[in-house]
């Protein structure tokens, strides 16, 4: 086999751990938000959320595997093929068909990012950043994460769009280790602290994008795809000498990518929020509250004139009937017809 069917082989398996992930970081979400406990510290002990976190784990390892074998420009546009899984597969575990919106939105959003991705993409990196230049974009990212998932607000596309800032943080320092294995770039303890850098973004984007899944899949895992290789290609373009290609045409199918990539975010967030609202009525999750017992009206009694008696109140409930009384043993009805007693 040769690297690049190797490359492409793992970055499929990579997409469908990742998709495998998010449907389960979404019913967990959704869960917990329902019992009214989703804290951090409760996810801890919650088996689905291990298994979530190997999975991402799993996707990570994979991803960085495939960029040992495959350049950016061969591995990058396949890892939105998380989306084309997580549409079907968070339908399959919803029991409902996907909506023709869902693929219209799918489709729209893989494209724009196809052309994004095309444009920014170049040859096998062989740069990486310096320990400074690593750490100015660790501290700028996380200002820029802390503004979006700032307290108060419903959880949703910040989030997303935050996470996936961290994600492609992660990614871009994560290319500096593989470029630096081995090379002079980045001493062993130097390559250290961008290790746990890595780490910090790759936790703090699971999280983000745990707390995104609250509002749907469809929408947050689309923006979430979008700003990943985003903010990895800012990272590049701006230290790391790379470049758009394709001059003035270039830039235009950039713009035409994003704006096509919006649409499919539009999209998927229309059809996501239509769907969480019918999985609400038809779940029963909606508290609808009881209807309240109204009181029966007031009877008013109008005071007695003078010189007349006080009507009696009425009864509110009529007076159960004394049973009848037992007929004497030695006249029985049927001797007189039933009438009463015999004439002597």
Same mark, same amino acid.
């Given at each position: 086999?040769?690297?690049?069917?190797?490359?492409?082989?793992?970055?499929?398996?990579?997409?469908?751990?990742?998709?495998?992930?998010?449907?389960?970081?979404?019913?967990?979400?959704?869960?917990?938000?329902?019992?009214? $406990?989703?804290?951090?510290?409760?996810?801890?002990?919650?088996?689905?959320?291990?298994?979530? *976190?190997?999975?991402?784990?799993?996707?990570?390892?994979?991803?960085?595997?495939?960029?040992?074998?495959?350049?950016?420009?061969?591995?990058?546009?396949?890892?939105?093929?998380?989306? *084309?899984?997580?549409?079907?597969?968070?339908? $399959?575990?919803?029991?409902?068909?996907?909506?023709?919106?869902?693929?219209?939105?799918?489709?729209?959003t893989l494209v724009g990012l196809a052309a994004l991705l095309l444009t920014a993409s170049g040859p096998a990196p062989d740069d990486a950043l310096s320990l400074?230049?690593?750490?100015?974009?660790?501290?700028?990212?996380?200002?820029?994460?802390?503004?979006?998932?700032?307290?108060?607000?419903?959880?949703?596309?910040?989030?997303?769009?935050?996470?996936?800032?961290?994600?492609?943080?992660?990614?871009?320092?994560?290319?500096?280790?593989?470029?630096?294995?081995?090379?002079?770039?980045?001493?062993?303890?130097?390559?250290?602290? &961008?290790?746990?850098? *890595?780490?910090?973004?790759?936790?703090?984007?699971?999280?983000?994008?745990?707390?995104?899944?609250?509002?749907?899949?469809?929408?947050?895992?689309? &923006?979430?795809?979008?700003?990943?290789?985003?903010?990895?290609?800012?990272?590049?373009?701006?230290?790391?000498?790379? $470049?758009?290609?394709?001059?003035?045409?270039?830039?235009?199918?950039?713009?035409?990518?994003?704006?096509?990539?919006?649409?499919?975010?539009?999209?998927?967030?229309?059809?996501?929020?239509?769907?969480?609202?019918?999985?609400?009525?038809?779940?029963?999750?909606?508290?609808?509250?009881?209807?309240?017992?109204?009181?029966?009206p007031r009877q008013v009694i109008p005071s007695p004139l003078p010189g007349e008696l006080a009507p009696l109140p009425l009864a509110r409930e009529t007076a159960?009937?004394?049973?009848?009384?037992?007929?004497?043993?030695?006249?029985?009805?049927?001797?007189?017809?039933?009438?009463?007693?015999?004439?002597?």
């Open positions: 086999m040769t690297a690049t069917l190797l490359a492409v082989a793992l970055s499929l398996v990579s997409a469908v751990a990742y998709a495998t992930a998010a449907v389960a970081q979404e019913r967990l979400a959704a869960r917990t938000a329902a019992q009214g $406990h989703g804290g951090g510290l409760r996810l801890l002990a919650n088996s689905a959320w291990w298994a979530a *976190v190997g999975l991402n784990a799993g996707g990570a390892l994979l991803h960085v595997a495939a960029l040992r074998f495959g350049t950016l420009t061969l591995v990058q546009p396949l890892g939105a093929l998380t989306l *084309v899984a997580a549409v079907p597969l968070g339908a $399959h575990r919803a029991g409902r068909r996907v909506a023709r919106r869902e693929w219209q939105g799918t489709v729209l400074p230049e690593a750490l100015l974009v660790a501290g700028a990212t996380s200002t820029l994460l802390a503004l979006l998932a700032r307290p108060g607000g419903r959880p949703g596309l910040r989030h997303a769009t935050a996470s996936g800032l961290a994600s492609g943080i992660a990614s871009a320092l994560t290319q500096t280790l593989t470029v630096s294995a081995g090379g002079p770039h980045l001493p062993l303890w130097q390559a250290g602290i &961008v290790a746990l850098l *890595v780490a910090s973004f790759a936790a703090g984007g699971l999280l983000l994008a745990q707390t995104a899944y609250r509002g749907g899949l469809g929408a947050p895992l689309a &923006v979430l795809t979008l700003a990943n290789p985003v903010a990895a290609a800012v990272v590049g373009l701006s230290l790391l000498g790379e $470049h758009l290609r394709g001059g003035a045409p270039g830039l235009g199918l950039t713009l035409g990518g994003a704006l096509v990539a919006a649409c499919g975010v539009v999209l998927l967030s229309r059809a996501s929020a239509r769907q969480q609202g019918a999985s609400t009525v038809v779940g029963g999750s909606a508290s609808v509250p009881p209807p309240r017992e109204t009181a029966p159960a009937l004394p049973p009848p009384l037992p007929r004497p043993a030695d006249e029985p009805a049927h001797a007189h017809g039933g009438r009463g007693p015999r004439a002597a």
